[in-house]
């Protein structure tokens, strides 16, 4: 069973839904305080969940993004450790510079609550399950931020909104990953879509990427 | 109002009251006493005139953990979990600054609900406001929903369903009703009742200013254009402080670390102190000295300050230090600013000197109580319907119904909500009810608000009756069981013209509406004074339904889900007499009680048995909306035979007859029909015909209309988004 | 064209949890002999006409400011 | 204790949808003439020590400001 660090902010919000993902899959789920310089013993993988860590003051994912915890998440990275950053974890791991780009107000200028489609856009990381170019996962979105805004060349898009896209992402990219494809953030939320009774189980494509 | 009125008279308190306080004190009072008379007797903290007419609720059940009383009710949902429920106001502060207005009457609710122990699973908001053609109507409203929205989105509680309506009554006095829903152990009831003298009073959360002083209290007892003196001074929503009180709260209260909790709401700490005290039967002595101040107070300030986002609990001496690692670990500061004592006292010192010393309960319980003027208001002036000309055409009728803002989608709402945080909500928002899972459990409660305020205007007593039965019909829609309510009375003042009686009536046919269907009310809030010197609102009293699924996976949406099922309406005619279609008054509204009751608990059987694919409860723009609805979510149309009526506009657009549209597999039909006669049942069904193709296509008699799903769509979906564009 | 500068600050008294989140959160990283954070909007604009400081007020009293939680400032860039 | 003032700015070339939508609002308000509108934050902070300019700009680098998207400026109040 991987050990699952789900790193905890004051104002994360999607812990539990996400440890019950990562539990739902075969995953062992454990807590990461920010504000412990290492992470949990035996830790395989990182997952950093949405929510609005620091109220979202300042920009998202900023105040979080200089916590303790982050110092051990980088390390875990370089050593080639897998990392997943959800919604505010995507804010966070932007704003740790773990990955490219900066999310921006969306283009609504307002928050978006909605199911959306999600396209493959590269198939040879382990965030989208196997999945082939093109194939299409249906994951909601919930953000006020969430317009990845950066130079697409030096992102590697796993994922771009399908039909339309209501946050002005550039190049429609609703996630990406680092160059090596072992960090992986993304605006939209597996972890709510991991169970039949929710509508999608499209969730668990991504999530799979933190376990062995 | 000029310097020289007395201190009392600014502070909203009569002169009988003012001679009253001494007497029950045995001596003069201090300034700041007064001040928290003034506060703790203002109808919003007392209810001073509708507690007697609150009693007729039924309030018992077998469910019931808590009924009213306490911060909110608790139900007991089996599995050993209980629900927390509540809806309140936060009308006046909304209407002055509809963001932060809106956001802290989601706050207050929520600290409600996590004052009972309870992790708050759910949020639903209740709207009303001017017509979207008013510039100021279209900024408040945006404003609040954005408020409502960066509140509850920020905490992590999903908003789940809601509702509003628009009329020109609201256009002066919005309404902004929030409802929260909290989970917890059955084992586990918090309550806010202070206990164990020599135990300590610890305050947590934010830092006390100079916010809303005098503000919800004392507003909620003047006509808002009444006095600019009395306006507050506007409290800034900070949920990300809420959330850490919330995990903080849950992790004190897994732990066993509380005696008793509370929120502070209006009037502050001297209403959480006074109540917790009351409750407990115990003194309080609290030092104002010690309490974090965000800027320089006078005790009475600090004693009356609505600062949000803090907490006050009281704590076994050998917990304390425990409470406060807690709350360093969040980052909140956190105080002993008191303790229980022996007795019944309330007692405050600042620089050492005793500033208030009061027997709790004469602030907490104690206000006078005052009757209301029962003045029956005269029969409304109704249009004769033979003088309303039938449309040429009924399918642009149809499609105008659709736009309208009372009608038409509210996605422009839900989706400005986080309504999936969590990941238990099994149906969203835009169907009858939401259904929410139970964390941990195979079992979901469905939430609702509703309310029939154009027929509480007509006859209140129809109009309470009509509001519990549509909020019931919601919940079933989705296949649950009705099983607890909350309200919330918003009316306009009741010591004027015939609001005290429609206030009475509603409050009797509600009563009516919730005896007949075995649904206790846990909990409520009360808003009155909802007008302006150009007018007063409808009588718009808000109730808030929970439902119960066993199997949440069993819960019913309204969408047509495949071909060749068979179209039912049940329950009875409608009626034009006060529909949204006419938009005028025809006549008196009416329902049958029992009849509709009936329907509802056929529907639920229904359910149960697993013969719904879809059911939908017919309520504005009668049962063509309804149809409608039900073959845009589904993205099919049907084709359907319905018996003309007294007229072809009546058929479609009639309103009321408790029904509702389901669909069922063909081979279910009959089973259906059954159902509806089992038990010596005698509801009405009627088969109107079957789901298919991409038009929803209805004879009637000699006419016929059809409407073009795609156009329908186009109206209904775009409407909300235009006005507001 | 004339470029004019208004500033929007929480008003005195006013909750500011913006400023106090990064006020926490600048202590954490080590800046310590820290007093008050308040954070407020600067707007730039550019106005034409002759009295664009004047508009820009009118501005501030229609939209860009609320009275109820905001004080404002105008001046030229 | 001395008062210093950060202001955040979107980098030039960064499309700024607020500003984008205020300009709108403005225009629909009946403010005509209005070329671009840009909004930022200004950040007022109370620093001890000898060189608060000095600190700022370095709370600028560490936290205040994202190099990719804002352009900051620092100056004694
Ligand atoms: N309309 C009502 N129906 C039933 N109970 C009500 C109603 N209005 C108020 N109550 C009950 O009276 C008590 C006091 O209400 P309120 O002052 O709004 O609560 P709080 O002080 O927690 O904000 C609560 O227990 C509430 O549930
Ligand atoms: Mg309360």
């Known amino acids: ?212 | 109002m000029s310097t020289d009125t007395p201190l009392h008279r600014r502070l909203g308190l009569t002169d009988d009251e003012n001679a009253l306080i001494p007497e029950l004190v045995g001596r003069e009072v201090t300034v700041p006493e007064l001040f928290m008379f003034s506060l703790m007797w203002s109808e919003h903290c007392s209810y001073k005139h509708s507690k007697p007419l609150l009693r007729g609720f039924p309030t018992t059940g077998e469910r019931v953990l808590l009924g009213p009383g306490e911060n909110a009710g608790i139900i007991d949902v089996g599995d050993g979990l209980a629900v927390a429920l509540k809806i309140e106001s936060h009308n006046h502060p909304s209407a002055v600054e509809p963001f932060e207005g809106a956001a802290t009457g989601v706050g207050g609710i929520v600290r409600d609900i996590m004052a009972m122990g309870a992790r708050p699973i759910a949020l639903l908001d209740s709207l009303r406001f001017g017509e979207l053609t008013s510039a100021r109507s279209r900024h408040l409203f945006t404003r609040a929903v954005a408020g409502i929205g960066h509140y509850g989105n920020c905490i992590g509680v999903p908003t789940v369903g809601g509702e509003v309506a628009f009329d020109d009554r609201y256009e002066e006095s919005c309404l902004v009703n929030a409802m929260c829903v909290g989970v917890l152990p059955a084992d586990r009831v918090l309550r806010a009742a202070a206990a164990g003298p020599g135990n300590a009073v610890i305050l947590f959360g934010n830092r006390t200013g100079r916010d809303g002083i005098g503000g919800a209290s004392v507003l909620a007892s003047a006509e808002l254009d009444d006095d600019e003196d009395k306006r507050p001074s506007v409290q800034v929503g900070d949920p990300f402080t809420e959330r850490k009180l919330m995990d903080c709260c849950l992790e004190l209260a897994d732990r066993g670390a509380f005696v008793a909790l509370q929120d502070l709401g209006a009037a502050g700490l001297t209403s959480s102190a006074s109540e917790m005290a009351s409750r407990g039967g115990v003194g309080l002595e609290i030092d104002l000295d010690l309490v974090p101040l965000r800027e320089e107070l006078a005790p009475a300030e600090i004693l009356v300050s609505e600062s949000q986002e803090r907490m006050l609990c009281v704590v076994e001496p050998d917990r304390v230090d425990e409470v406060l690692a807690a709350c360093t670990r969040w980052d909140l500061p956190a105080t002993v600013i008191g303790r229980v004592t022996e007795g019944d006292r309330l007692v405050a010192r600042h620089g050492g000197e005793v500033v208030v010393d009061l027997p709790a309960r004469l602030l907490a319980d104690d206000a006078p109580v005052y009757g209301v003027p029962q003045d029956p208001a005269p029969a409304p002036v109704a249009v004769d319907l033979d003088d309303v000309p039938l449309p040429d055409d009924l399918g642009a009728a149809w499609l105008e119904l659709l736009a309208r803002p009372n009608i038409a989608s509210r996605r422009w709402i839900f989706e400005r909500y986080d309504h999936l945080v969590g990941a238990n909500t099994v149906r969203r928002p835009g169907g009858d009810a939401a259904v929410v899972r139970l964390p941990g459990s195979q079992r979901a409660i469905a939430l609702a608000t509703d309310c029939a305020e154009r027929w509480c205007e007509l006859d209140p007593r129809i109009g309470g009756r009509a509001s519990v039965l549509e909020a019931a019909r919601n919940v079933a829609a989705v296949g649950a069981r009705p099983v607890a309510a909350t309200d919330c009375l918003n009316f306009p003042n009741p010591e004027k013209g015939h609001t005290g009686w429609r206030l009475a009536e509603a409050i009797g046919g509600m009563s009516d509406a919730l005896r007949s269907l075995e649904v206790p009310v846990v909990s409520g809030n009360v808003s009155l004074y909802n007008e302006s010197a150009q007018r007063a609102i409808l009588p718009t009293p808000v109730v808030g339904m929970m439902g119960l699924i066993e199997r949440a996976d069993r819960s019913v949406g309204q969408a047509f889900v495949a071909d060749e099922d068979v179209v039912i309406l049940i329950g009875d005619e409608g009626r034009l007499d006060a529909s949204e279609y006419l938009g005028r008054v025809a006549g008196a509204p009416a329902l049958d009680l029992e009849r509709e009751v009936e329907a509802i608990a056929m529907v639920i059987e229904a359910a149960e048995a697993g013969l719904l694919r879809s059911a939908h409860d017919v309520s504005g723009g009668g049962l063509g909306v309804a149809l409608a609805e039900s073959a845009l979510a589904g993205g099919r149309g049907a084709r359907l035979v319905l018996d003309p009526g007294r007229r072809a506009d009546e058929a479609l657009f009639g309103e009321g007859g408790g029904r509702f549209v389901v669909s069922v597999r063909p081979d279910d039909a009959r089973a259906l029909h059954e159902l509806a006669r089992s038990g010596g049942r005698s509801v009405t069904v009627s088969t109107l015909g079957t789901v298919g193709g991409d038009t929803l296509r209805v004879s009637l008699g000699e006419r016929s209309v059809a409407l073009d799903l795609d156009a329908a769509r186009a109206v209904y979906e775009g409407a909300l988004p235009e006005a507001l564009a | 064209m004339s470029q004019v500068v208004v500033t929007v600050m929480p008003r005195k008294g006013v909750l500011d949890p913006q400023g106090q989140a990064v006020r926490g959160a600048l202590t954490q990283l080590g800046f310590d002999g820290l007093g008050e954070v308040r954070i407020g909007k600067r707007i730039e604009l550019d106005i034409a006409g002759d009295d664009p400081v004047g508009t820009a007020r009118d501005m501030c009293e229609r939209l860009l400011a609320n009275a109820l939680i905001e004080d404002y400032t105008v001046e030229p860039a």
């Open chain 1, 1 to 212: 069973m991987t050990r699952v660090a789900i790193v905890r902010f004051p104002g994360s919000l999607d812990h539990d839904s996400a440890a019950r993902a990562v539990a739902g899959m075969g995953g062992t789920a454990v807590e990461a305080w920010h504000g412990e310089p290492e992470l949990p013993a035996g830790t395989e993988a990182v997952l950093i969940p949405g929510g609005f860590s620091y109220g979202d003051h300042l920009r998202c994912g900023a105040i979080a993004s200089r916590s303790p915890v982050m110092g051990a998440v980088g390390r875990h990275a370089a050593a080639g450790g897998r990392v997943l950053g959800i919604c505010n974890g995507f804010q966070v791991l932007c704003e740790a510079g773990l990955l490219p780009g900066a999310l921006r107000r969306n283009a609504t200028l307002s928050f978006v609550c909605r199911q959306m489609d999600l396209e493959v856009a590269d198939a040879d990381t382990p965030w989208t399950g196997g999945r082939p170019r093109g194939a299409v996962l249906s994951i909601p979105v919930k953000n006020n931020e969430g317009a990845w805004y950066g130079d697409p060349a030096s992102a590697r898009p796993v994922l771009r909104y399908h039909g339309e896209d209501p946050l002005g992402s550039v190049d429609h990219i609703a996630g990406i990953a680092n160059e090596a494809g072992n960090v992986m953030g993304l605006m939209p939320h597996p972890e709510e879509a991991c169970d039949a009774l929710l509508g999608s189980m499209d969730g668990e494509l991504v999530i799979g990427g933190l376990l062995r």
